[in-house]
């Protein structure tokens, strides 16, 4: 979503672009402007699946808001579980064309030639943000913000176990 709405050329798509660009956290209240302007698009009358999101209580809370607003609801929220171990692992593999976008991951999906896209021949790269530190950091990050919707969500009577 932040990538699609980036590139739009919208005034938040502007806003966006500029907060992805130095690198920053993308604050909650953009996030969630994000999140509410993708919900009312067609494709998501009849439903959605938000992967990522929300990552922190604000963000549920705010969410609940703007479903509440949108004559929507919340069905079910899961939570998939992996070791440290195994998400670093995965992540770390992650790679993307740095002309179209595609992704590949050298665990499960590499590219036929290395470092070149299937698609248009592009170079191969791992983004800045899949390095081992950084994943240590994001996992740090979850534990301290996002394990506690686990609590938010389980009282709501939505996660699924």
């Known amino acids: 979503m932040f990538r699609e709405t980036a590139a739009s050329g ?6 966006l672009q500029s907060i992805m660009s130095a690198g920053k956290l993308v604050p909650d209240d953009v996030v969630i402007e994000v999140v509410k302007a ?17 990552r922190t209580v604000p963000q549920a809370e705010a969410l609940d808001k703007t479903l509440t ?3 929507k609801k919340i069905d ?4 998939i579980y992996l070791s440290d171990e195994e998400i670093i692992k995965r992540l770390s593999s992650r790679r993307v064309c740095s002309s179209c976008g595609a992704n590949y991951n050298l ?8 470092e070149r ?16 530190e950084t994943i240590k ?3 740090n990050v979850y534990n301290e913000q996002t394990t506690p919707l686990i609590d938010y969500y389980t009282r709501s009577g939505f996660y699924a176990r």
């Open 107 to 114: 665990l499960s999906q590499p590219p036929q030639v290395e």
């Open 137 to 139: 950091n994001r996992l």
């Open 10 to 15: 919208s005034a938040l798509g502007k806003k």
């Open 117 to 132: 896209c299937d698609l248009c021949s592009g170079k191969v790269i791992q983004r800045a943000d899949d390095n081992v």
């Open 38 to 54: 993708r919900l009312l698009k067609p494709d998501c009358k009849n439903g959605f699946l938000l992967d990522g999101f929300p």
């Open 69 to 71: 607003e949108q004559k």
């Open 76 to 79: 079910t929220v899961l939570c």
